[in-house]
């Protein structure tokens, strides 16, 4: 499985946008990538999933470069409730679809 | 969306007790679950693959033996925590992938909180 590289923390103001980017180098050719959000104590969300060049659902955008080395996650409009871990992670599902979790990136957003 | 669920959301249990905790897939059937281990301000760590009618497979450095999974429904299973120890004490996750769905993608229980003393 592909390793994956996040910043460990960034902060932000309520109304910003907010870009977390991820470094997946070794990403394979049949690898999805795929964003999870956790808050303390509890499971991880889905947030949205790619393959290459841009995914936007209701809650963000996912933008893959054409050599899919590396994603950034798009968050409009940041309000506190989006303070969170955000993990990026990439596989593809496979036969057993186990994902492994880097550190991923400490979300603070101020108000 | 499809819901995961897990009991006891805590349980508190004293040293050399088994604790079994309970992932549930509500809305659909999982053939596969997994359980994660989170410790204090750390990335979740995948323990186990958990399948329907058959043997869990472990990650390295997992013990088979105190961390025992069954799987013994589609839509049910179970991770109990034998002899637990204070270092056992962690947030326990499960999650379930649902055949068919989008790759990669898994639903997440809400997590078990054990603190064993």
């Known amino acids: 499985l592909a390793k994956t590289t996040q910043p460990i923390s960034m902060d932000s103001y309520e109304g910003q946008e907010v870009n977390i980017t991820c470094s997946h180098n070794?990403?394979?050719?049949?690898?999805?990538i795929t964003w999870y959000q956790q808050f303390p104590s509890q499971g991880p969300r889905f947030i949205i999933q790619?393959?290459?060049t841009k995914v936007t659902n209701e809650v963000a955008s996912l933008f893959i470069p054409a050599d899919r080395k590396s994603s950034t996650l798009s968050l409009p409009r940041v309000s506190l409730s989006d303070t969170a871990v955000y993990y990026c992670l990439v596989g593809d599902g496979g036969s057993q679809g186990n994902l492994i979790f880097g550190k991923g990136t400490k979300l603070s957003v101020k108000p | 969306g499809a819901v995961v669920s897990q009991h006891p959301s805590r349980v508190i249990c004293k040293s050399g007790t088994s604790v079994k905790i309970e992932c549930r897939s509500l809305d659909f059937q999982a053939t596969t679950m997994f359980w994660y281990r989170q410790f204090p301000k750390q990335s979740l760590m995948l323990m186990a693959t958990s399948n329907e009618g058959s043997k869990a497979t472990y990650e390295q450095g997992v013990e088979k033996d105190k961390f025992l999974i069954n799987h013994a429904s589609l839509t049910l299973s179970t991770l109990t925590v034998t002899s637990a120890h204070p270092e056992d004490s962690s947030f326990y996750i499960c999650s379930a992938r649902r055949q068919g769905f989008r790759d990669n993608e898994q639903f997440f229980g809400p997590g078990t909180r054990l603190t064993v003393l």
């Open positions: 790619g393959y290459k």
């Open positions: 070794n990403i394979a050719t049949n690898d999805y």
